[in-house]
C-alpha cells in the first residue's frame, strides 16, 4: 500500500483534483479526452508542424518522416482538401509507426480492461483453462472494456471492485463451478480491498470494513446479517454470509481511511490518523505479533468477536498516513517520516536484525534510517512503505545538510532531494531486489535501481528526484512504477512527432510460475523491464526490437461513449501478477 499521489506533471489541473479519489470525478464529464494543453516543449516543435506536408499519406516509415521533415522545414501549413480528420488520423499512424510507447498509451484506452500472467492453478489468470502458468500477460476476457476500482489477486482466488462498487470473485477457491468472475457483495460502493487466507476484507467509501468469505459455500451457508430496508425498522437478512469489522469509539467524522492485509491479520487506519488491527481469517488467529498489541493471542483475547478491531494505542499520537502488511508483519508510516514495524522478523522483514531468541515482536518498534545514512551529510524522512509475503520496502526522501566536516568548502547540491528505496526480508528468490540472494536480510538495503534517480523537468527546468509512483508486493515478487515524468497529451493539434510516454515499471523476485512476465522461468535479484502487453500491436507495427512495458497514467479518456478519469494500474498477488483499468 502507497501513498497515492499524482504522477503526471503535465496532466490538466481539473484532472489531477479527481487522481486521488476513486470515483469519477464530477468535472472529468465535463473534459474532452483532448483536453490536454500543449506542453512548452510544443512550442519548439512548431516547425513540424508547419512541415506537415500535404503530399504525404499515413503509414509512411519514421525514418522517411524525419528526412521530409527536416529538408522542407518551411513546407506549407497543410491546405484546405485536406480534412482535419485526415490530418489527425495520419499524425496518429506516424505517432504509432515513431513509438511503442505512444501506441501502449493509445492501447491502454481504446481497449481497456485486465492482463494477468502466472500461476493458473487456482484459474485466477485463465479462468476457463486447465494451463498451470500463463507465461506472458494475457487478457482476462471478462474484463474486456471494464473499468475497476481495485483488483487483488491471490493464487487460488481473484477479487474485484467494479466501477458502480460491487465486488467480483473467481478462482478455485472461491467456487470449482464458475468459469468467471461472479458478483457476490452488491451495493455497499466498495473501493478497497485486501485478502487474507480465505476472507476477504472489503473498504467501503463510507468507511465501513467488510469481511467476506471467499468460498461461494461458505457466503451461502454462513450466518447473514440483517440489513436495513427502505422500510423504517425494517431489516432483511443480506443476500450472502459476511462480517463487519467495526472500530469503536470513533471520533466525530473520523473513519477506516485504509487496509491493508497479511494472511490472518489486517491493518486499518483512519483519516484521524489512528491505527487498528484485527484478525481476518476465519482458519488462523494472528499469533506472530503482526497485531501490534502485546500479549494479545487467541486465549488472551477480549469478549466479544473474535475480529473485532484493536486500536494499536501505543501508536497513539502519532498521525499515522501510510499502512503496509506482508504475510505476519506490519509496517506503519507517521506524518514525520518515522516508520514502525511490528510482527514476524524471522526473515529480517521488520528491518531488525534477525536474533534467534526474538523472531517476533509484538510491540510497535521504531525503525531507525537515520542509521543507513550514517556518515553521509544527508537527512533521511521516510515517504512511504510497502509489504507483501516476507519482503518489505520503503521509500525515502534525503535530503543534504551542511556538514562540519567539509569546512568552507562550498557544497553542491544542496537542499536537493534524492529519492532512495530500501528492502529488507527474504532474498532467496531476489525479491530484495539489490542484485543479492541473500536468505535473511535485517538491516534495510538499498535497491540501486530505484535509488538516486534523477530527470530534467521541460515545465519546470529544475532537475527533479524521480520517486515511486507505486510499488506492488505479492509473495516473493514485486514491482515498482515509477514516478517518471510523463507525456499523454498530444493531440490533434500537436505535432505529428509529439508521442505520448507512460511510466516505467520494473520487476524483480521470484519467477516460478513466470508472475515476472518475462517469459523465463528465471527469478530476478535485479528490477528489470518487460515487453510491452500487447505485444501483437507494436508487432503489427513492423516493430522487431523489443520495446518496454510502460503504464498510462491517470488521464480523462472517453470509453464506451463517457468521460472517466482512467489509469493502468500493476498488482502483484501469490505468485500472479495483472495490470488493470483502475477508476
Ligand atoms: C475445488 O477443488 C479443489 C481440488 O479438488 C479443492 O481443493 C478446493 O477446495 C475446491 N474448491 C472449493 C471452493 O470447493
Ligand atoms: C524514467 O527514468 C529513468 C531513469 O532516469 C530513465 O532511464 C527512463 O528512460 C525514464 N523513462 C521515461 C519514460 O522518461
Ligand atoms: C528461483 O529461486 C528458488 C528459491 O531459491 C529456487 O528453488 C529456484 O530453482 C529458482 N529458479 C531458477 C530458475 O533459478
Same mark, same amino acid.
Given at each position: 500500500?502507497?501513498?497515492?499521489?499524482?504522477?503526471?506533471?503535465?496532466?490538466?489541473?481539473? $484532472?489531477?483534483?479527481?487522481?486521488?479519489?476513486?470515483?469519477?470525478?464530477?468535472?472529468?464529464?465535463?473534459?474532452?479526452?483532448?483536453?490536454?494543453?500543449?506542453?512548452?516543449?510544443?512550442?519548439?516543435? *512548431?516547425?513540424?508542424?508547419?512541415?506537415?506536408?500535404?503530399?504525404?499519406?499515413?503509414?509512411?516509415?519514421?525514418?522517411?518522416?524525419?528526412?521530409?521533415?527536416?529538408?522542407?522545414?518551411?513546407?506549407?501549413? !497543410?491546405?484546405?482538401?485536406?480534412?482535419?480528420?485526415?490530418?489527425?488520423?495520419?499524425?496518429?499512424?506516424?505517432?504509432?509507426?515513431? =513509438?511503442?510507447?505512444?501506441?501502449?498509451?493509445?492501447?491502454?484506452?481504446?481497449? !481497456?480492461?485486465?492482463?494477468?500472467?502466472?500461476?493458473?492453478?487456482?484459474?485466477?489468470?485463465?479462468?476457463?483453462?486447465?494451463?498451470?502458468?500463463?507465461?506472458?500477460?494475457?487478457?482476462?476476457?471478462?474484463?474486456?472494456?471494464?473499468?475497476?476500482?481495485?483488483?487483488?489477486?491471490?493464487?487460488?482466488?481473484?477479487?474485484?471492485?467494479? @466501477?458502480?462498487?460491487?465486488?467480483?470473485?473467481?478462482?478455485?477457491?472461491?467456487?470449482?463451478?464458475?468459469?468467471?468472475?461472479?458478483?457476490?457483495?452488491?451495493?455497499?460502493?466498495?473501493?478497497?480491498?485486501?485478502?487474507?487466507?480465505?476472507?476477504?476484507?472489503?473498504?467501503?467509501?463510507?468507511?465501513?470494513? +467488510?469481511?467476506?468469505?471467499?468460498?461461494? %459455500?461458505?457466503?451461502?451457508?454462513?450466518?447473514?446479517?440483517?440489513?436495513?430496508?427502505?422500510?423504517?425498522?425494517?431489516?432483511?437478512?443480506?443476500?450472502? =454470509?459476511?462480517?463487519?469489522?467495526?472500530?469503536?469509539?470513533?471520533?466525530?467524522? @473520523?473513519?477506516?481511511?485504509?487496509?491493508?492485509?497479511?494472511?490472518?491479520?489486517?491493518?486499518?487506519?483512519?483519516?484521524?490518523?489512528?491505527?487498528?488491527?484485527?484478525?481476518?481469517?476465519?482458519?488462523?488467529?494472528?499469533?506472530?505479533?503482526?497485531?501490534?498489541?502485546?500479549?494479545?493471542?487467541?486465549?488472551?483475547?477480549?469478549?466479544?468477536?473474535?475480529?473485532?478491531?484493536? %486500536?494499536?494505542?501505543?501508536?497513539?499520537?502519532?498521525?499515522?498516513?501510510?499502512?503496509?502488511?506482508?504475510?505476519?508483519?506490519?509496517?506503519?508510516?507517521?506524518?514525520?517520516?518515522?516508520?514502525?514495524?511490528?510482527?514476524?522478523?524471522?526473515?529480517?522483514?521488520?528491518?531488525?536484525?534477525?536474533?534467534?531468541?526474538?523472531?517476533?515482536?509484538?510491540?510497535?518498534?521504531?525503525?531507525?534510517?537515520?542509521?543507513?545514512? *550514517?556518515?553521509?551529510?544527508?537527512?533521511?524522512?521516510?515517504?512511504?512503505?510497502?509489504?507483501?509475503?516476507?519482503?518489505?520496502?520503503?521509500?525515502?526522501?534525503?535530503?543534504?545538510?551542511?556538514?562540519?566536516?567539509?569546512?568552507?568548502?562550498?557544497?553542491?547540491?544542496?537542499?536537493?532531494?534524492?529519492?532512495?528505496?530500501?528492502? $529488507?526480508?527474504?532474498?532467496?528468490?531476489?525479491?530484495?531486489?539489490?542484485?543479492?540472494?541473500?536468505?535473511?536480510?535485517?538491516?534495510?538495503?538499498?535497491?540501486?535501481?530505484?535509488?538516486?534517480?534523477?530527470?530534467?523537468?521541460?515545465?519546470?527546468?529544475?532537475?527533479?528526484?524521480?520517486?515511486?509512483?507505486?510499488?506492488?508486493?505479492?509473495?516473493?515478487?514485486?514491482?515498482?512504477?515509477?514516478?517518471?515524468?510523463?507525456?499523454?497529451?498530444?493531440?490533434?493539434?500537436?505535432?505529428?512527432?509529439?508521442?505520448? +510516454?507512460?511510466?516505467?515499471?520494473?520487476?524483480?523476485?521470484?519467477?516460478?510460475?513466470?508472475?515476472?512476465?518475462?517469459?523465463?522461468?528465471?527469478?530476478?535479484?535485479?528490477?528489470?523491464?518487460?515487453?510491452?502487453?500487447?505485444?501483437?500491436?507494436?508487432?503489427?507495427?513492423?516493430?522487431?526490437?523489443?520495446?518496454?512495458?510502460?503504464?498510462?497514467?491517470?488521464? $480523462?479518456?472517453?470509453?464506451?461513449?463517457?468521460?472517466?478519469?482512467?489509469?493502468?494500474?500493476? %498488482? $502483484?498477488?501469490?505468485?500472479?501478477?495483472?495490470?488493470?483499468?483502475?477508476?
Amino acid at each position: 500500500m502507497f501513498n497515492t499521489r499524482a504522477t503526471s506533471r503535465v496532466l490538466p489541473e481539473l $484532472c489531477k483534483a479527481s487522481r486521488s479519489s476513486p470515483l469519477i470525478s464530477p468535472q472529468c464529464r465535463h473534459l474532452s479526452d483532448s483536453s490536454g494543453s500543449p506542453a512548452p516543449k510544443d512550442r519548439g516543435r *512548431q516547425v513540424w508542424i508547419r512541415a506537415f506536408g500535404i503530399g504525404l499519406v499515413g503509414g509512411l516509415g519514421a525514418a522517411i518522416f524525419q528526412s521530409f521533415t527536416q529538408a522542407h522545414a518551411e513546407a506549407p501549413e !497543410p491546405t484546405s482538401h485536406k480534412t482535419k480528420k485526415e490530418i489527425s488520423t495520419y499524425k496518429e499512424d506516424v505517432r504509432d509507426q515513431l =513509438s511503442s510507447q505512444h501506441l501502449q498509451v493509445k492501447r491502454s484506452w481504446e481497449n !481497456p480492461g485486465v492482463y494477468a500472467w502466472g500461476s493458473n492453478t487456482g484459474r485466477v489468470i485463465a479462468p476457463d483453462s486447465d494451463e498451470g502458468f500463463i507465461k506472458t500477460p494475457r487478457r482476462i476476457p471478462f474484463f474486456d472494456g471494464v473499468l475497476l476500482r481495485d483488483l487483488k489477486l491471490d493464487r487460488n482466488f481473484g477479487a474485484a471492485i467494479t @466501477e458502480r462498487g460491487d465486488l467480483l470473485q473467481w478462482g478455485t477457491a472461491y467456487s470449482n463451478d464458475s468459469t468467471q468472475p461472479t458478483p457476490t457483495l452488491k451495493g455497499k460502493d466498495l473501493v478497497s480491498l485486501a485478502l487474507s487466507r480465505d476472507r476477504i476484507i472489503a473498504l467501503s467509501s463510507d468507511g465501513q470494513v +467488510y469481511s467476506v468469505p471467499v468460498s461461494k %459455500e461458505s457466503q451461502e451457508t454462513g450466518p447473514k446479517p440483517g440489513e436495513d430496508t427502505w422500510i423504517p425498522f425494517w431489516s432483511v437478512p443480506a443476500s450472502i =454470509s459476511y462480517r463487519l469489522l467495526r472500530t469503536k469509539n470513533p471520533q466525530w467524522g @473520523e473513519k477506516v481511511s485504509a487496509i491493508s492485509g497479511g494472511l490472518d491479520h489486517v491493518l486499518l487506519m483512519t483519516s484521524g490518523g489512528r491505527l487498528f488491527s484485527a484478525a481476518a481469517s476465519g482458519e488462523r488467529f494472528p499469533s506472530k505479533g503482526q497485531l501490534g498489541i502485546p500479549g494479545l493471542t487467541w486465549n488472551t483475547r477480549p469478549a466479544g468477536p473474535y475480529d473485532q478491531p484493536h %486500536e494499536v494505542v501505543t501508536l497513539r499520537g502519532f498521525d499515522i498516513v501510510g499502512i503496509a502488511a506482508g504475510d505476519y508483519h506490519s509496517l506503519v508510516l507517521d506524518k514525520d517520516g518515522r516508520i514502525f514495524t511490528f510482527g514476524d522478523n524471522s526473515l529480517g522483514q521488520l528491518g531488525f536484525d534477525y536474533n534467534s531468541e526474538a523472531t517476533v515482536i509484538d510491540t510497535p518498534s521504531l525503525l531507525p534510517i537515520q542509521r543507513l545514512y *550514517q556518515g553521509s551529510n544527508m537527512t533521511p524522512k521516510a515517504t512511504g512503505v510497502s509489504a507483501g509475503g516476507s519482503n518489505s520496502f520503503i521509500t525515502v526522501d534525503a535530503t543534504p545538510v551542511a556538514g562540519q566536516s567539509d569546512g568552507n568548502a562550498p557544497q553542491r547540491g544542496l537542499g536537493r532531494i534524492t529519492a532512495d528505496t530500501f528492502s $529488507c526480508g527474504q532474498g532467496i528468490w531476489g525479491g530484495l531486489g539489490n542484485g543479492r540472494w541473500t536468505h535473511i536480510q535485517g538491516t534495510p538495503t538499498k535497491i540501486k535501481a530505484l535509488s538516486g534517480l534523477f530527470e530534467w523537468d521541460e515545465t519546470t527546468n529544475r532537475i527533479v528526484p524521480i520517486r515511486l509512483a507505486r510499488i506492488s508486493v505479492g509473495s516473493t515478487h514485486a514491482s515498482a512504477t515509477m514516478d517518471n515524468v510523463t507525456r499523454i497529451s498530444s493531440n490533434a493539434k500537436t505535432s505529428a512527432s509529439d508521442t505520448n +510516454y507512460g511510466a516505467d515499471v520494473l520487476w524483480w523476485g521470484g519467477n516460478e510460475f513466470y508472475q515476472l512476465g518475462t517469459g523465463k522461468r528465471n527469478n530476478l535479484s535485479s528490477p528489470g523491464y518487460i515487453a510491452p502487453l500487447d505485444i501483437d500491436a507494436d508487432r503489427e507495427k513492423g516493430r522487431r526490437e523489443e520495446h518496454r512495458f510502460q503504464v498510462t497514467p491517470g488521464k $480523462c479518456v472517453r470509453v464506451n461513449g463517457r468521460n472517466v478519469n482512467l489509469e493502468q494500474r500493476v %498488482e $502483484c498477488g501469490r505468485f500472479v501478477s495483472a495490470v488493470y483499468s483502475g477508476v
